[in-house]
């Protein structure tokens, strides 16, 4: 059955969907994220595919049961291979009237309505603007609607700990887990074991929550609610676990210093969305990995400046305000071209703007927010799992051509998980390192005397006998290092520092595209487009219309073939979450006018809504 809506089942009777779009909404203190995770962490351990959208408000603590403290967890399962986490929920979990009020407009016309009817309350109503409780008027008519008495329900279920009522009312979320986990065919052991281990410190709270759980799966058997099963996804052969763009990009940046044998040093400040790596790789010493948290973004990139230049991988991370802040030691990080990684991950602005949405508008910052001349490669993820790929390309970029690298995530890459198929680490690529060993010339070190083929400068630790040397932030003469203000050597520096990003093109992986062979148009993307932009393609495919889509990793310098293949098509439409930033340097590259669809909602696209637009031009 290929719908995200089946009618009610009877009994025990369970009917097979192939994919199901289920948002779990509340209050910010209502537990929906963990309650999501859990969920989702489940139907990892089944073999579905899937795809998560978290959304939460930026305030640690907005408000209880306003819209602006609504926070919302969406997650698309199925059993065959899907791209994002769904356009609309066919399902949705309400947990006040604030949530449902924030999300009701996209749920599925015929979908499934679960609300805690407890929370229904006149004050609760009055906090978002209800004249009247929805749950008793006609206004719900277009959906199945199945009020739970979660909060008193969860209060009975915990009545023999010894927490106060406040407290038991904080398990109300996994009772709604567990109604779920019935409706859908999810076990509850692994959340069992997960629960224990996190509170073994609090074995009260532990006992509540669980009570809470268990009673809500009774809950779904007894009153014999709609029973559905999704079977698990056909995917390639291999070991699977649920990943998050930040953990990836952790990953990939562990397995970058081991294959480079290169120590690793994070030096960060505490950004949104972009703090997970730090946490995450803070757990990792037994790697040889140094984390710092630093006083503010200046030091964080000068601290990671420092430990490149004594022979490790230099690592920061960042968001949107921070990489503004970091932008004139990244400039020093291009004038002395040392290995330096800065990982962006994007998010609304400008100034502080959405923290906790998403956006693509770094890019023209990561292309040019720099005075001078400061050419730099930049590589993109395109999907959680492609962020452990994008950490090692930067690292290998970074180690090869002696030169910071800027890697673009964003924030739904980062908060959002799919299943990741871990690779064999012995199939990992070797990054090379060379480190200088002995005088260049004569018996003197020339720190800028370069490679042939790579235009990459010696790397010398500092402290290695005979390779004493002097770098700064003023211009240097080519070859000796030394300070030069002389014309002619200055546009020779900076015509090499522009070259050798330039030579990195004959070292990057051609731009691919699939579709059919003779398609008009093609629809190019780049960043956390790539499933929207996927599955749109493929809808209009299934429908006959004739579509081509490239997505790139590399945006600068682009892939060699760029250019070719950008004009064997009529018509080039580039989707992005900002004004039109890929299609401008497009434009000014290859001279192609391209059709721009922009979006700045701090939300991705919907597959649907491009599909439409995408559709207007075949």
Not at 101 to 128: H, S, T, W
Not at 131 to 141: F, I, K, Q, R, V
Not at 263 to 278: F, K, V
Request: glycine fraction near 10%; proline fraction near 7%; include cysteine.
């Amino acid at each position: 059955m290929s719908a995200q809506i089946a009618p009610p089942g009877t009994g025990q009777e369970r009917k097979e969907l192939d994919r199901v779009v289920i948002r779990f909404a509340g209050d910010s203190g209502d537990g929906m994220q963990m309650t999501g995770d859990r969920f989702t962490s489940v139907s990892a351990f089944l073999g579905n595919d899937l795809s998560t959208l978290p959304d939460f408000p930026a305030e640690i603590r907005a408000p209880a049961g306003t819209l602006a403290g609504v926070s919302a967890f969406q997650i698309h399962f199925s059993d065959h291979d899907i791209l994002t986490p769904g356009d609309q929920p066919g399902v949705l979990v309400a947990m006040n009237p604030a949530a449902l009020k924030a999300n009701l407009k996209d749920l599925l016309p015929g979908g499934l309505l679960i609300v805690n009817e407890d929370a229904f309350d006149k004050r609760n109503l009055e906090k978002v603007g209800y004249t009247t409780n929805p749950l008793d008027g006609g206004s719900l008519e277009g959906f199945q609607v199945t009020r739970i008495h979660m909060t008193k329900m969860t209060i009975a279920a915990v009545k023999d700990s010894t927490l106060n009522k406040k407290e038991a009312e904080r398990s109300k979320n996994m009772l709604a887990l567990g109604v779920i986990c019935w409706m859908y065919g999810r076990p509850l052991e692994p959340t069992i074991a997960w629960l224990e281990k996190k509170f073994s410190k609090k074995p009260e709270i532990a006992n509540a929550t669980i009570a809470a759980l268990k009673a809500g799966h009774a809950f779904g058997e007894t009153a014999e609610l709609a029973a559905y099963s999704v079977k698990p996804a056909t995917l390639a052969p291999g070991t699977y676990r649920r990943i998050t763009g930040n953990q990836a990009i952790a990953f990939g940046l562990i397995a970058a210093s081991v294959q480079s044998k290169v120590p690793l040093l994070l030096g960060s400040y505490p950004i949104t969305p972009a703090s997970d790596i730090l946490h995450e790789l803070s757990r990792y010493k037994n790697f040889g990995v140094r984390t710092i948290q630093a006083e503010d973004e200046i030091a964080a990139i000068s601290m990671a400046i420092g430990a490149s230049f004594s022979g490790h991988l230099g690592v920061t991370t960042t968001s949107g305000p921070g990489l503004d802040l970091k932008s004139e030691a990244l400039g020093l990080a291009v004038s002395l071209e040392l290995p330096l990684l800065v990982i962006d991950i994007q998010r609304g602005g400008p100034s502080t703007g959405l923290p906790t949405k998403t956006e693509q508008s770094d890019l023209l910052h990561a292309m040019y927010g720099r005075h001078g001349e400061s050419p730099l490669p930049i590589v993109a993820s395109y999907s959680p799992p492609s962020c452990f790929w994008a950490a090692i390309e930067g690292a290998r970029l970074a180690l090869k051509y002696m030169t910071p690298v800027i890697i673009l995530s964003d924030g739904y890459l980062a908060n959002g998980a799919e299943p990741w198929r871990i690779p064999a680490v012995e199939k990992l690529p070797e990054i090379p390192v060379r480190f200088a060993s002995q005088p260049n010339v004569g018996e003197d070190f020339w720190p800028y005397l370069r490679d042939e083929t790579t235009l990459a400068r010696p790397w010398a630790i500092p402290g290695t006998p005979g390779l004493e040397h002097r770098i700064g932030g003023l211009e240097k003469a080519d070859g000796s290092g030394n300070i030069s203000y002389d014309p002619d050597n200055h546009n020779l520096m900076t015509l090499l520092r522009q070259a050798k990003i330039k030579a990195i093109e004959e070292d990057i992986d051609p731009l691919e595209w699939d579709g059919d062979d003779d398609a008009r148009v093609l629809v190019l993307g780049w960043g956390s487009t790539y499933g929207a932009i996927g599955a749109a393609c493929r809808r209009l495919r299934l429908r006959g219309l004739k579509v081509a889509r490239a997505h790139l990793k590399h945006l600068n310098p682009f892939p060699k073939n760029t250019g070719e293949l950008l004009s064997r098509f009529d018509e080039v439409i580039i989707p992005e979450m900002n004004m039109g930033q890929l299609s401008k340097l497009i434009r000014a590259e290859f001279l192609i006018d391209v059709i721009s669809i922009n979006q700045v909602k701090g939300l991705p696209f919907r597959a649907g809504d491009l599909e439409a637009e995408i559709e207007e031009h075949l």
